[in-house]
């Protein structure tokens, strides 16, 4: 029999379709002013009712047998006893605008659960006890919250020690090296930026436009080509997992450069003429005028440079070996590769990479969205 | 000093400036040069001598174009290529009209927009390595969710996620007995498919925001007139939306296949050793194996570095020609 070999989503397929069908056929019905079609279509959608509770009955069956305890199943029962709810109304009271309104954020919710499932999965399974994390069918609601997860990922690797005296290795010291790493490279690009950025834009010099070329084409060049030249070049320096070399090369951004360039082109050149008539000099002017004026572009250019200096892998993993000057994506990386099935531990460790990450996104969340949809930076 | 001061007033602010400028930029000019500029030629130098791990210019010698004549007949870089090729042509245009849907119905009259934008912006915020760390756990063949979903919800077989080295049309038509042995038909393997899925999932909100950007600047005047012509919702997104907002999807299209043919993190992360059967490993993943791990052929790296600096630069060169000025950057 159909319904004994047909399964959960099939059936919910099958029906949002007939509803779809039906409610096509009614309002074509309506448009061309075929009123003898409506009870034709009156017994349709009363004989696909019928069907519907014959079917659903054997749904909830299966879905009580097949997963025992899990909700999940019960849940999108629901979700569809509504949404045909949803359509009836829509068809029986002819308002076709109820039904796309309700599709509209149901679209929007169910992808947002999507979008949401996997943060939910991580921080839930940080949560686990390792059996529970691993078992199947899975558990949607951790049974007991176990916090001390969250302790044995930051002392993971505590069996290997630096320093002098000796101390052990846990995430404290990414998060350290990360932190120390990502606000000093932030702090001095905005300087060096700023400083390049209103030459450009506000001074005349020999060569200006040449340079400014320059800039605009070291935009095009990745990253990735540069990774085996700057390795040498490191080494060559001296500065081979060191701070140094995680610093320094990322102290300029010619990206930064050329977006402080255009803000503070809109900067009207008559307050220059009244600073000047105060008796400021350039220095002075562009500390107490032009950066305070800029200031979106400052939060705009600081998320962005802090945020790939957080995320940058490659860089790191090439120009440092020692493990205490794991970054924490590097150091991430290495846990993933020596904790093999310890999800539950990766879990805790994956959102404690995430917090700092997110903090910032919700606070700055304007300058974030503003700064993508003005610039189009990508990764 | 006192050498300015017989020189004219006028010519001496000249001059003057001309100093003051030099030192504004200096500190980010000899950063800029000594970190982006001269590798980009040293780059070259490297990739025509036969430099390994820690040898100096002295220690190698001049083999002019070999490492980039084996690049072209090693098989494993050709895979790769390859590779990358089905990330690129599977992942940005799914990702494009997942977005631009996603964006059309947040830019339409709707309550709580700002959460929307903020849930579907999330996964694009958080970092690479962390979220392809919860995916790999996601396609775990034993305890991920992703197998538990398919055997209970939907009751097809297990899948092997990213320990699958063949490829997602390979495997679809595989019942009907058709079998498909070119790489790039063959599609991705379900491998490098999952890492796409992934991908397509985190950057779905970086995508919408653009959109986002382009749709509220079409004038909605246009719309207007199109209701009283009685255009129906596909005649205006035909007609009016996708021409105007045209200019912004080729613009995404373009950088985000530049950054397609980067990529690296989750593969890494998510498929060590470069996946089943080579079929996760990217182009600067290779580059990575062969520079970086045992003897670190880095001239060959710098050699495959440049072919990907060229696929890129004709990117670059692409956009530049049909877009000309019509991407505004900053305000």
Same mark, same amino acid.
Request: include cysteine; charged fraction near 10%; proline fraction near 5%.
């Given at each position: 029999?159909?319904?004994? +070999? +047909?399964?959960?989503?099939?059936?919910?397929?099958?029906?949002?379709?007939?509803? %779809?069908?039906? %409610?096509?056929?009614?309002?074509?019905?309506?448009?061309?002013?075929a009123s003898w079609a409506m009870p034709f279509l009156g017994i349709v959608a009363l004989?696909?009712?019928?069907?519907?509770?014959v079917v659903s009955a054997r749904v909830i069956e299966r879905c009580v047998r097949n997963f025992g305890g899990n909700n999940f199943s019960l849940f999108l029962y629901v979700i569809l006893i509504y949404e045909l709810a949803v359509a009836i109304y829509s068809i029986t009271k002819k308002e076709g605008r109820v039904f796309s309104w309700h599709l509209k954020y149901q679209i929007l919710l169910v992808g947002s659960v999507i979008m949401m499932l996997p943060f939910y999965w991580m921080v839930s399974s940080s949560l686990k006890t390792f059996t529970e994390a691993i078992a199947m069918p899975p558990d949607w609601i951790p049974s007991k919250l176990v916090w001390q997860n969250f302790v044995e990922a930051w002392n993971a690797m505590s069996a290997i020690t630096y320093g002098d005296p000796p101390r052990p290795l846990t995430m404290g010291r990414y998060f350290h090296v990360s932190i120390v790493t990502g606000v000093s490279a932030t702090v001095a690009t905005l300087i060096t930026a700023a400083l390049a950025a209103y030459a450009f834009a506000k001074m005349r010099f020999y060569g200006r436009g040449l340079f400014f070329y320059i800039v605009l084409a070291t935009m095009m060049v990745p990253g990735q080509v540069l990774l085996i030249p700057n390795y040498i070049l490191i080494n060559r320096l001296g500065w081979y997992d060191t701070y140094l070399a995680l610093i320094v090369p990322w102290c300029a951004s010619v990206f930064v450069i050329f977006l402080m360039r255009q803000f503070f082109m809109t900067i009207p050149d008559d307050l220059?003429?009244?600073?000047?008539?105060?008796?400021?000099?350039?220095?002075?002017?562009?500390?107490?005028?032009?950066v305070p004026l800029s200031k979106p572009v400052f939060i705009t250019s600081a998320i962005f440079t802090f945020l790939a200096n957080w995320n940058s892998l490659l860089w790191p993993l090439i120009m440092t070996t020692s493990p205490q000057m794991r970054t924490l994506m590097v150091g991430l990386q290495t846990f993933n590769q020596e904790a093999g099935q310890d999800f539950h531990l990766l879990m805790a460790a994956s959102s404690l990479a995430i917090v700092p990450v997110v903090i910032i996104f919700f606070f700055l969340q304007r300058y974030f969205i503003q700064g993508i949809a003005r610039t189009g930076l990508k990764d | 000093l006192g050498l300015l001061r017989n020189i004219n007033p006028?010519?001496?602010?000249?001059? /003057?400036?001309?100093? @003051? #400028?030099?030192? !504004?930029? #200096?500190?980010? #000019?000899?950063?800029?040069? #000594?970190?982006?500029?001269?590798?980009?030629? &040293?780059?070259?130098?490297?990739? &025509?001598?036969?430099?390994?791990?820690?040898? $100096?210019?002295?220690?190698?010698?001049?083999?002019?174009?070999?490492? !980039?004549?084996?690049?072209?007949?090693?098989?494993?870089?050709?895979?790769v290529l390859i590779n990358t090729f089905n990330y690129v042509v599977w992942s940005v245009p799914a990702t494009l009209i997942i977005s631009l849907a996603v964006a059309m119905l947040l830019n339409s009259r709707?309550?709580? /927009?700002?959460?929307?934008?903020?849930? !579907?912006? &999330?996964? *694009?915020?958080? $970092?690479?390595?962390?979220?392809?760390?919860?995916?790999? *756990?996601? *396609?775990?063949?034993?305890?991920?969710?992703?197998?538990?979903?398919?055997?209970? *919800?939907?009751?097809?077989? @297990? &899948?092997?996620w990213l320990l699958e080295p063949r490829g997602v049309i390979e495997m679809l038509v595989a019942p009907l007995g058709i079998r498909i042995s070119n790489p790039v038909l063959a599609g991705p393997s379900l491998s490098m498919f999952s890492v796409i899925m992934t991908s397509i999932w985190r950057d779905i909100g970086f995508f919408m925001i653009i959109f986002l950007a382009g749709l509220q600047n079409i004038d909605q005047a246009y719309y207007e007139a199109a209701d009283i012509d009685g255009a129906s919702a596909w005649q205006k997104f035909r007609h009016i939306t996708f021409p105007l907002l045209s200019p912004v999807t080729f613009f995404l299209l373009i950088i985000s296949m530049i950054s397609a043919w980067k990529i690296f993190v989750p593969m890494f992360i998510m498929t060590p050793e470069g996946g089943p059967d080579n079929t996760t490993a990217t182009v600067v993943y290779y580059l990575w194996e062969k520079g970086f791990r045992g003897t670190g052929l880095l001239g060959y790296a710098a050699a495959i570095a440049y072919i990907l600096f060229v696929i890129i630069l004709l990117l670059t060169v692409i956009q530049n020609v049909f877009l000309g000025k019509r991407v505004q950057y900053g305000d």
């Amino acid at each position: 029999m159909i319904i004994e +070999t +047909t399964n959960l989503p099939v059936t919910i397929a099958a029906l949002i379709v007939s509803v %779809f069908i039906i %409610f096509y056929l009614t309002r074509l019905a309506q448009s061309r002013g075929a009123s003898w079609a409506m009870p034709f279509l009156g017994i349709v959608a009363l004989v696909f009712l019928l069907v519907f509770a014959v079917v659903s009955a054997r749904v909830i069956e299966r879905c009580v047998r097949n997963f025992g305890g899990n909700n999940f199943s019960l849940f999108l029962y629901v979700i569809l006893i509504y949404e045909l709810a949803v359509a009836i109304y829509s068809i029986t009271k002819k308002e076709g605008r109820v039904f796309s309104w309700h599709l509209k954020y149901q679209i929007l919710l169910v992808g947002s659960v999507i979008m949401m499932l996997p943060f939910y999965w991580m921080v839930s399974s940080s949560l686990k006890t390792f059996t529970e994390a691993i078992a199947m069918p899975p558990d949607w609601i951790p049974s007991k919250l176990v916090w001390q997860n969250f302790v044995e990922a930051w002392n993971a690797m505590s069996a290997i020690t630096y320093g002098d005296p000796p101390r052990p290795l846990t995430m404290g010291r990414y998060f350290h090296v990360s932190i120390v790493t990502g606000v000093s490279a932030t702090v001095a690009t905005l300087i060096t930026a700023a400083l390049a950025a209103y030459a450009f834009a506000k001074m005349r010099f020999y060569g200006r436009g040449l340079f400014f070329y320059i800039v605009l084409a070291t935009m095009m060049v990745p990253g990735q080509v540069l990774l085996i030249p700057n390795y040498i070049l490191i080494n060559r320096l001296g500065w081979y997992d060191t701070y140094l070399a995680l610093i320094v090369p990322w102290c300029a951004s010619v990206f930064v450069i050329f977006l402080m360039r255009q803000f503070f082109m809109t900067i009207p050149d008559d307050l220059w003429d009244a600073a000047q008539i105060d008796g400021s000099g350039r220095f002075r002017y562009l500390w107490t005028v032009v950066v305070p004026l800029s200031k979106p572009v400052f939060i705009t250019s600081a998320i962005f440079t802090f945020l790939a200096n957080w995320n940058s892998l490659l860089w790191p993993l090439i120009m440092t070996t020692s493990p205490q000057m794991r970054t924490l994506m590097v150091g991430l990386q290495t846990f993933n590769q020596e904790a093999g099935q310890d999800f539950h531990l990766l879990m805790a460790a994956s959102s404690l990479a995430i917090v700092p990450v997110v903090i910032i996104f919700f606070f700055l969340q304007r300058y974030f969205i503003q700064g993508i949809a003005r610039t189009g930076l990508k990764d | 000093l006192g050498l300015l001061r017989n020189i004219n007033p006028q010519k001496r602010r000249v001059i /003057r400036e001309n100093f @003051e #400028a030099y030192a !504004y930029i #200096a500190p980010a #000019a000899i950063i800029i040069f #000594a970190f982006w500029v001269f590798p980009v030629f &040293l780059s070259v130098v490297v990739s &025509l001598r036969n430099w390994k791990m820690l040898d $100096t210019f002295d220690t190698t010698s001049w083999v002019g174009l070999t490492n !980039y004549v084996r690049a072209f007949n090693d098989d494993q870089f050709i895979k790769v290529l390859i590779n990358t090729f089905n990330y690129v042509v599977w992942s940005v245009p799914a990702t494009l009209i997942i977005s631009l849907a996603v964006a059309m119905l947040l830019n339409s009259r709707i309550r709580m /927009r700002p959460v929307f934008r903020t849930v !579907y912006f &999330l996964p *694009y915020v958080t $970092t690479w390595v962390a979220i392809s760390i919860v995916w790999r *756990y996601f *396609y775990h063949p034993q305890f991920g969710l992703g197998n538990h979903v398919l055997l209970n *919800y939907f009751h097809v077989g @297990e &899948l092997k996620w990213l320990l699958e080295p063949r490829g997602v049309i390979e495997m679809l038509v595989a019942p009907l007995g058709i079998r498909i042995s070119n790489p790039v038909l063959a599609g991705p393997s379900l491998s490098m498919f999952s890492v796409i899925m992934t991908s397509i999932w985190r950057d779905i909100g970086f995508f919408m925001i653009i959109f986002l950007a382009g749709l509220q600047n079409i004038d909605q005047a246009y719309y207007e007139a199109a209701d009283i012509d009685g255009a129906s919702a596909w005649q205006k997104f035909r007609h009016i939306t996708f021409p105007l907002l045209s200019p912004v999807t080729f613009f995404l299209l373009i950088i985000s296949m530049i950054s397609a043919w980067k990529i690296f993190v989750p593969m890494f992360i998510m498929t060590p050793e470069g996946g089943p059967d080579n079929t996760t490993a990217t182009v600067v993943y290779y580059l990575w194996e062969k520079g970086f791990r045992g003897t670190g052929l880095l001239g060959y790296a710098a050699a495959i570095a440049y072919i990907l600096f060229v696929i890129i630069l004709l990117l670059t060169v692409i956009q530049n020609v049909f877009l000309g000025k019509r991407v505004q950057y900053g305000d």
